[in-house]
């Protein structure tokens, strides 16, 4: 019972407690009544006694508590409302009102949020109507606030609703109008409208505050944007009701009529006015003639273009006028045409136009820099397989790509998109020697074929194809057999060059697609025929080419996965030539299928999610570009059907086809080989028994002999260099024998084609290992690092011939792919960092960020990792850097950094918009990798960032990958971020860099020393600003509040109203609430 003594005194207390609390409201709201009831006395006595403006402010501030504004007492309304007795306003009153609302007695929000309040006032009475205009016509360009953030963003909200109000008041004059008498009056307040409307949107602040409101509040500017179309529709509603004649009028309809052609004419009246009313004083002499109607329009327009509202131009410059062409875009070329050539076209479109965009490139240079590049690689090919490549990506999807961009607008000019065309093929002409070395190495006309193709898309038309043709028929030095591309050539496809070949087979390769729609389980000697038919001389690679090109390679490669999954199974009531033809289907589509996954990579038959025998068995089995698969990876076989088919290897006994599961003796051959070796190497067996025994097996299906090289190549990478003697021969016999089948007719039909196919692969097998590589017998044309000089030295003669050149062919671009796989992502991030600030020169830098970006598009994702997570940090915490970063070597490394980061965020994107089911971080040069390689490579990049570093704390967080203890306060802090970010996002790679390096960047500017390092911070952020709205938001989200709040308290000039549009543009209240203050608070700017 004690116990609870306590607990009810408290309770008790509580309770008097609120009772005295909701004694004091009511006191204090009792004050404010008197206090309100006190301002209107006072107002009525110095309305009467005609007291001055001071006269009024003194009486008044007796009655306000010191410190207090008179939003309060509603200071503005009482005013107003008294203003407002009659039907013309009380001047005086008015006067009283400016007077407070000049010394900031009341707040521009209270201002605004009454003026809002007379809904009706401008049709009603029209002269209190023009006062109101009047008060608002003298604050409209002095719009403040000193308040909180969010007292800042409700005054945002507030004019935006003025501007509604405006539009609104517009809309119910011009329906009654007609029926008014005061049509002077009227369409005066109507002129005056337009002129504040004008002048809102001429002011940049003014644009900026509207700007973040109508972020804020979107249903008031949906409104707005109606209430604009239902203007729009009256204007022309009355203008086309005056022009049409009515012959038959009645008494009423006249009456109307004569009301509706006052107000046309009184609209359509010519007034002259100051060119900038409201502006400095020295613009007043200027004067137009112009009529409500036009200014009106010109108003609303002006509206309108508040939702379009963009930064300030950019001050980046680009190297075009130094050097003939752009490296980046070249690079990027090579990358598509030979890396990426089954890719989506989005991606690497959405990719030009970040480039367009962040080196302020015109249009036509873009296109110019596409068709340049695609001609140079049309010029150094390695290979047919390649030319096919480029070939299909020049005259089939560069159409394409073109045609893609052409639906986005250019930012820079807004000129018609025919006109860019043709002038990127005009200055095209120009390199006439380029054309002519393309011409000559595929011997046909590489222009005429590329311009049709563009001309079929629509991107010119028919009489500027012939204007271009004849331009380039008199610049031409060397002429060419001309050879029809059309299908009513008559020359056979031996005679034709593989362009017009490539460009038929895009017809060719669809009718395929659709042909294979069809059920061939019951007529299968069909199919064969189709498949055989494929198969003979370069139709199987033209195709393939092509639909890589076309991105039907997948739809291709699963259709042929279905018919190789229906080979392996036997049908009931199988007849021995059934079973012949099952076989030839399963060998042929095997092969096919091989050469796709070893060409394109093995994501191409894979990426389907299926479990079909051979998904399974080319990603446990075939060699790929990382290396031969592990020995565990293969299938595991019951010893006795191995030994059944080994002993009819060795007798040379047929297979019988109607018993055979293909997909089984495919598994079984891993353990003919082991044994074969095995008995080989205890002498149980000599060359010429294992020669027989590979006859007898390549004999059967030209299938198996790649299943044993595959087993091979795998056994010989685990073997000790003294243990590959016997293995190395047995290969070397596989690689050296060719055999025809035995299986009867269908088979024989392609035994060329397919033993020919089999040798391609074996010998690609081969080539993916230096131990296995010179039973290839093919010499890979590519270039090797110099073995006695040091990487460092390659690096900077890469770059310098780069940079002296302009442009980047494939042996460079090849020679920087090893580079980095020699030295590292570090190594090599750092080393063209190092480049870039030895350089001095303007220009220099220009050329040097460029090409810096262009070698880092071939792994841009690691690179820019690197850029931000190692390199960067280091460079600002060591003072000994300071001369690197001072300008204009520090903008330069700045902007080399927006770029890496924009270009890395816009492929995020794309994957997503793309609705793919990997990141395209997967990448690594044109193949896909796991993610648990990705992670690897991460760790093993940034491995040295766990040991605890010497450098100041301060200046270390962004050096640190394991500062598990900061970024994990990051992630439970997440508010701090402009966009609160959840614990999965922050564990990405790419975010998690951004944070870290935003963290970096807030601890500088922290810092009470000024010097490169925050001139650096500022040039970032001035390069980021200037990105697109996309990048600009996805980067500054993971920015702190502090530091986007310290430097927005700090800025001003073009560079705050710049930074505070780029922050209102990031999704969060947060970050608009710092904008509209920022704005808000900004007055040297604005006056």
Known sequence: MYRFLPLSYSYLHALKLGCTSSHRSLRFMETIQQRSQSLKELLLKAWRERWSDV???????????PGVSGDAYKLTDIILT??????????????????????QVVSHTAVLSTIIEYETVCITRPYCMRGLLEILNGCINRINCQGSMEECLTLCQSFLQVIHWLLHSITLMLDKMPDMRDLQVMASNLDIISEILRITCTSRVNKLLLFVAKLEDKATWTEIEETVSSIRTTLFAIQSQQSQEQPTRSKLTDEIQSGSSQLDQFLSAPRTTHASQGANKKD????TTESIRERLERSLQEVLRLAQLDSSPSPCSNSL?????????????????????????????????????????????????????SLLGLIDLPDTCEELKWLAFTFIKLPQILARMKQSPSPRDSTDSALHFISCFEQLLRFNVLIDQADTKHNCDCMQQLLQQCSKLGLITENQLRELLAARSATRRAPVQSRSSGHGSHESPQQLPNSTLVIRAEPTSTSILKKWDMDYSKNPDELLGVLGHMMSGKSFELIIAVLATTGKLKKFT?????????????????????????????????????HIAQLYGTEMVTSNGGDSFFETWVQQCIPDDNGAKPLGSFPAVEPSKGDVLLSQYHSGMDIKTMQARWNEVIDTMPYIMQEVLFAWENGATNVDQIQKL??????????????????LCSHIAVLASTE????????????????????????????????????????????????????????????????????TQVLSSVFAEIMDKGCVDRRTLALVDQLITCGGVLWFCRGVVLEICSLHCKNDLTMAVEVAFALFQVDIEQLTLTLTRKVLPRILADPLNFEKLSNPRGHALARLTVWCIAATLTNHTSSRDSKCKESPFRLLRGRKRPRMDLDREDSSVLKDEARPSKIRRLLSVGDEDNATSTLTGSVNYSTGFLVAQTLQQLNEPFPRALVSLFQLFSSLMSSSMIGPRTEFVISFMTEIIHCSEHIASGVLQFAPITMMSQMLNTSSGQFLLDLALAIGRVDSVVARRLAAKALCHNKTGRF
């Open 284 to 287: 007043k002499g200027e004067r």
């Open 321 to 373: 006028e130094l050097k003939t062409m752009s490296s980046c875009i070249g690079v990027m070329t090579f990358m598509e045409a030979a890396l990426n050539v089954t890719g989506d076209l989005q991606p690497f479109v959405d990719q030009l136009l970040l480039v367009e965009q962040l080196q302020n490139l015109p249009r036509a240079s873009v296109y110019l820099e596409l068709c340049q590049a």
């Open 55 to 65: 006269q009024w402010s003194t009486h008044m501030k007796r009655i306000l508590p």
């Open 82 to 103: 008294q203003a407002f007795v009659g039907p013309n306003p009380n001047s005086l009153m008015l006067s009283y009102l400016k007077h407070i609302i000049v010394s």
């Open 558 to 594: 699963a259709k042929l996965i279905k018919f190789n999954e229906q080979a392996c199974k036997q049908t009931q009531a199988e007849v021995t030539k059934g079973s012949q033809v099952r076989a030839a289907l399963f060998d042929i589509s095997f092969l096919m299928l091989c």
């Open 724 to 791: 590959r003697n016997r293995a190395l021969s047995l290969l070397q016999i596989i690689c050296s024998h060719q055999a025809s089948s035995q299986l009867g007719v269908p088979l024989q039909i392609y035994d060329n084609e397919r033993n020919a196919m089999m040798q391609i692969i074996i010998r690609k097998m081969c080539s993916t290992s230096p131990v296995t590589n010179p039973m290839a017998k093919t010499s890979r044309d590519v270039p090797s690092l110099p073995p006695a000089t040091p990487a």
């Open 694 to 711: 590979i006859d007898n097996v390549a004999s059967k299906l030209c299938c198996l002999p790649i299943c044993c090289v595959a087993w």
